[in-house]
Protein backbone atom coordinates (compact mmCIF):
# COMPACT_ATOMS: atom_id res chain seq x y z
CA UNK A 1 0.00 0.00 0.00
CA UNK A 2 1.40 3.44 -0.68
CA UNK A 3 -0.03 7.17 0.91
CA UNK A 4 0.85 10.77 -0.35
CA UNK A 5 0.50 13.83 2.63
CA UNK A 6 0.77 16.86 1.11
CA UNK A 7 1.38 18.78 4.48
CA UNK A 8 -0.21 21.98 3.54
CA UNK A 9 -3.45 22.90 2.69
CA UNK A 10 -3.11 26.39 1.43
CA UNK A 11 -0.02 28.24 1.08
CA UNK A 12 -0.79 31.71 0.36
CA UNK A 13 2.56 34.13 -1.03
CA UNK A 14 2.93 37.15 -2.73
CA UNK A 15 4.08 37.94 -5.99
CA UNK A 16 7.93 37.04 -7.34
CA UNK A 17 8.51 35.58 -3.77
CA UNK A 18 9.32 31.67 -3.65
CA UNK A 19 7.64 28.67 -2.69
CA UNK A 20 7.69 25.20 -1.91
CA UNK A 21 4.81 22.64 -1.57
CA UNK A 22 5.69 19.87 0.54
CA UNK A 23 4.87 16.63 0.12
CA UNK A 24 5.62 13.33 1.56
CA UNK A 25 5.10 9.90 0.24
CA UNK A 26 5.06 6.16 2.86
CA UNK A 27 5.53 3.11 0.44
CA UNK A 28 7.21 -0.71 0.90
CA UNK A 29 8.72 -0.25 -2.77
CA UNK A 30 10.28 1.71 -5.43
CA UNK A 31 7.99 4.27 -6.83
CA UNK A 32 7.74 6.98 -9.35
CA UNK A 33 6.87 10.68 -8.17
CA UNK A 34 4.72 13.40 -9.76
CA UNK A 35 3.38 16.52 -9.61
CA UNK A 36 0.20 18.36 -11.01
CA UNK A 37 -1.48 21.48 -11.91
CA UNK A 38 -5.07 22.17 -11.45
CA UNK A 39 -6.37 25.48 -12.65
CA UNK A 40 -10.26 26.47 -11.77
CA UNK A 41 -12.59 24.30 -13.57
CA UNK A 42 -9.76 22.21 -15.49
CA UNK A 43 -8.57 18.78 -15.51
CA UNK A 44 -5.03 18.02 -13.99
CA UNK A 45 -1.71 18.93 -16.08
CA UNK A 46 1.83 17.77 -15.44
CA UNK A 47 4.08 19.95 -13.76
CA UNK A 48 6.77 17.25 -13.43
CA UNK A 49 8.03 13.86 -12.64
CA UNK A 50 10.51 11.67 -11.07
CA UNK A 51 11.17 8.13 -12.98
CA UNK A 52 15.02 7.59 -11.87
CA UNK A 53 18.14 9.10 -12.37
CA UNK A 54 18.90 12.71 -10.83
CA UNK A 55 17.27 13.81 -7.83
CA UNK A 56 16.42 17.15 -9.07
CA UNK A 57 13.97 17.27 -11.41
CA UNK A 58 13.17 20.06 -13.31
CA UNK A 59 9.14 20.82 -15.04
CA UNK A 60 7.09 23.56 -16.63
CA UNK A 61 6.76 26.94 -16.19
CA UNK A 62 10.06 27.58 -13.69
CA UNK A 63 8.98 24.73 -11.20
CA UNK A 64 11.18 22.12 -9.86
CA UNK A 65 11.28 19.03 -7.08
CA UNK A 66 13.92 16.91 -5.05
CA UNK A 67 13.29 13.58 -4.26
CA UNK A 68 15.11 12.75 -1.06
CA UNK A 69 14.73 9.39 -0.69
CA UNK A 70 15.70 8.93 3.03
CA UNK A 71 13.32 11.64 3.81
CA UNK A 72 10.74 9.95 1.50
CA UNK A 73 9.87 13.51 0.04
CA UNK A 74 9.05 15.21 -2.92
CA UNK A 75 9.06 18.99 -2.15
CA UNK A 76 8.19 21.13 -4.77
CA UNK A 77 9.82 24.62 -5.30
CA UNK A 78 9.94 27.27 -7.28
CA UNK A 79 12.30 30.67 -6.95
CA UNK A 80 9.70 33.43 -8.09
CA UNK A 81 5.81 33.14 -7.98
CA UNK A 82 3.41 34.77 -10.46
CA UNK A 83 -0.24 35.56 -10.76
CA UNK A 84 -0.62 33.06 -12.98
CA UNK A 85 0.49 30.33 -10.68
CA UNK A 86 -2.53 30.68 -8.39
CA UNK A 87 -4.07 27.22 -8.55
CA UNK A 88 -4.36 23.65 -6.85
CA UNK A 89 -0.77 21.68 -6.85
CA UNK A 90 -1.51 17.76 -6.58
CA UNK A 91 1.54 15.21 -5.73
CA UNK A 92 1.08 11.89 -6.65
CA UNK A 93 3.06 8.43 -6.47
CA UNK A 94 3.05 5.03 -8.40
CA UNK A 95 4.58 1.57 -7.57
CA UNK A 96 6.96 0.83 -10.06
CA UNK A 97 5.77 -2.63 -9.98
CA UNK A 98 2.63 -1.49 -10.96
CA UNK A 99 2.67 1.54 -12.30
CA UNK A 100 -1.05 1.53 -13.29
CA UNK A 101 -2.68 2.20 -9.86
CA UNK A 102 -1.87 5.89 -8.97
CA UNK A 103 -2.28 7.63 -5.44
CA UNK A 104 -2.78 11.20 -4.79
CA UNK A 105 -2.77 13.45 -2.14
CA UNK A 106 -5.11 16.06 -0.93
CA UNK A 107 -3.44 18.97 -2.91
CA UNK A 108 -2.10 22.37 -1.79
CA UNK A 109 -4.07 25.72 -2.94
CA UNK A 110 -1.32 27.98 -3.68
CA UNK A 111 -2.57 31.83 -3.82
CA UNK A 112 -0.55 34.27 -5.06
CA UNK A 113 -1.63 37.71 -3.76
CA UNK A 114 -0.08 40.79 -5.58
CA UNK B 1 -4.93 14.87 -31.04
CA UNK B 2 -8.11 15.40 -29.24
CA UNK B 3 -6.44 13.79 -26.18
CA UNK B 4 -8.53 12.19 -23.53
CA UNK B 5 -12.52 13.40 -24.09
CA UNK B 6 -15.42 13.16 -21.53
CA UNK B 7 -18.98 13.05 -22.20
CA UNK B 8 -20.90 14.40 -20.82
CA UNK B 9 -19.69 17.78 -19.01
CA UNK B 10 -22.61 18.26 -16.56
CA UNK B 11 -25.17 16.09 -15.27
CA UNK B 12 -28.55 15.64 -12.87
CA UNK B 13 -29.60 12.62 -11.52
CA UNK B 14 -32.45 11.41 -9.42
CA UNK B 15 -31.56 9.07 -6.87
CA UNK B 16 -31.86 5.59 -8.38
CA UNK B 17 -31.39 6.43 -12.00
CA UNK B 18 -28.43 4.89 -13.96
CA UNK B 19 -25.76 6.63 -16.45
CA UNK B 20 -22.83 5.80 -18.36
CA UNK B 21 -19.78 7.96 -18.33
CA UNK B 22 -18.21 8.02 -21.46
CA UNK B 23 -13.91 8.42 -21.76
CA UNK B 24 -11.98 8.33 -25.01
CA UNK B 25 -8.61 8.51 -25.72
CA UNK B 26 -6.92 9.19 -29.07
CA UNK B 27 -2.78 8.50 -27.65
CA UNK B 28 -2.51 4.61 -28.01
CA UNK B 29 -2.80 4.57 -24.71
CA UNK B 30 -2.70 1.27 -22.62
CA UNK B 31 -3.29 2.63 -19.33
CA UNK B 32 -6.69 4.40 -18.30
CA UNK B 33 -8.22 5.76 -14.96
CA UNK B 34 -11.52 6.87 -14.12
CA UNK B 35 -10.68 9.27 -10.39
CA UNK B 36 -13.27 11.04 -8.61
CA UNK B 37 -12.39 14.58 -6.82
CA UNK B 38 -15.07 15.71 -3.75
CA UNK B 39 -14.66 19.60 -2.94
CA UNK B 40 -11.74 20.26 -1.21
CA UNK B 41 -10.36 16.86 -1.83
CA UNK B 42 -7.72 15.07 -3.78
CA UNK B 43 -8.12 12.42 -6.91
CA UNK B 44 -9.34 8.95 -5.33
CA UNK B 45 -9.35 5.95 -7.96
CA UNK B 46 -12.36 4.26 -8.78
CA UNK B 47 -11.06 1.82 -11.21
CA UNK B 48 -8.60 1.14 -13.66
CA UNK B 49 -7.63 -0.67 -16.65
CA UNK B 50 -4.17 -1.46 -18.13
CA UNK B 51 -5.00 -2.89 -21.56
CA UNK B 52 -8.46 -3.99 -23.55
CA UNK B 53 -9.94 -6.45 -21.46
CA UNK B 54 -8.26 -6.28 -18.19
CA UNK B 55 -9.69 -3.80 -15.50
CA UNK B 56 -9.25 -3.69 -11.45
CA UNK B 57 -10.61 -1.57 -8.43
CA UNK B 58 -8.76 0.84 -7.27
CA UNK B 59 -9.91 2.66 -3.87
CA UNK B 60 -13.31 3.49 -4.75
CA UNK B 61 -15.70 0.84 -6.87
CA UNK B 62 -18.60 0.44 -4.68
CA UNK B 63 -21.64 1.66 -6.56
CA UNK B 64 -19.44 1.79 -10.47
CA UNK B 65 -19.07 -0.44 -13.20
CA UNK B 66 -16.51 -0.50 -15.81
CA UNK B 67 -15.53 -1.90 -19.30
CA UNK B 68 -12.74 -1.85 -21.47
CA UNK B 69 -13.73 -3.60 -24.98
CA UNK B 70 -11.31 -1.42 -26.70
CA UNK B 71 -8.19 0.50 -26.44
CA UNK B 72 -9.47 4.23 -26.81
CA UNK B 73 -12.81 3.82 -24.75
CA UNK B 74 -13.02 3.38 -21.29
CA UNK B 75 -16.77 3.61 -19.74
CA UNK B 76 -17.73 4.21 -16.42
CA UNK B 77 -21.16 2.97 -15.58
CA UNK B 78 -23.19 4.16 -11.91
CA UNK B 79 -25.92 2.02 -11.12
CA UNK B 80 -28.56 2.95 -8.54
CA UNK B 81 -26.90 6.58 -7.97
CA UNK B 82 -26.87 7.97 -4.69
CA UNK B 83 -26.24 11.01 -3.08
CA UNK B 84 -23.01 10.52 -2.44
CA UNK B 85 -22.02 9.70 -5.95
CA UNK B 86 -22.06 13.45 -6.27
CA UNK B 87 -18.40 14.82 -7.61
CA UNK B 88 -16.42 15.29 -10.45
CA UNK B 89 -15.43 12.43 -12.35
CA UNK B 90 -11.99 12.44 -14.01
CA UNK B 91 -10.57 10.28 -16.55
CA UNK B 92 -7.29 9.63 -17.33
CA UNK B 93 -4.75 7.36 -19.81
CA UNK B 94 -0.90 6.87 -19.87
CA UNK B 95 1.67 4.72 -21.17
CA UNK B 96 4.94 2.85 -20.36
CA UNK B 97 7.56 4.10 -19.70
CA UNK B 98 7.22 7.60 -18.69
CA UNK B 99 3.41 6.90 -16.96
CA UNK B 100 2.25 10.74 -17.49
CA UNK B 101 -1.27 11.02 -17.14
CA UNK B 102 -3.41 13.51 -19.18
CA UNK B 103 -6.84 13.95 -17.85
CA UNK B 104 -9.93 14.55 -19.67
CA UNK B 105 -11.59 17.54 -18.69
CA UNK B 106 -14.23 16.10 -16.32
CA UNK B 107 -17.57 15.45 -15.80
CA UNK B 108 -19.66 17.44 -12.83
CA UNK B 109 -22.32 15.07 -11.70
CA UNK B 110 -25.54 15.66 -9.26
CA UNK B 111 -27.24 13.15 -7.57
CA UNK B 112 -30.65 14.71 -6.17
Known amino acids: AQSVTQLDSQVPVFEEAPVELRCNYS??????LFWYVQYPNQGLQLLLK??????LVKGINGFEAEFNKSQTSFHLRKPSVHISDTAEYFCAVSEKTNAGKSTFGDGTTLTVKP | NAGVTQTPKFRILKIGQSMTLQCAQDMNHNYMYWYRQDPGMGLKLIYYSVGAGITDKGEVPNGYNVSRSTTEDFPLRLELAAPSQTSVYFC???????????FGPGTRLTVT
Open chain 1, 50 to 55: YLSGST
Open chain 1, 27 to 32: SSVSVY
Open chain 2, 92 to 102: ASSREPNYEQY
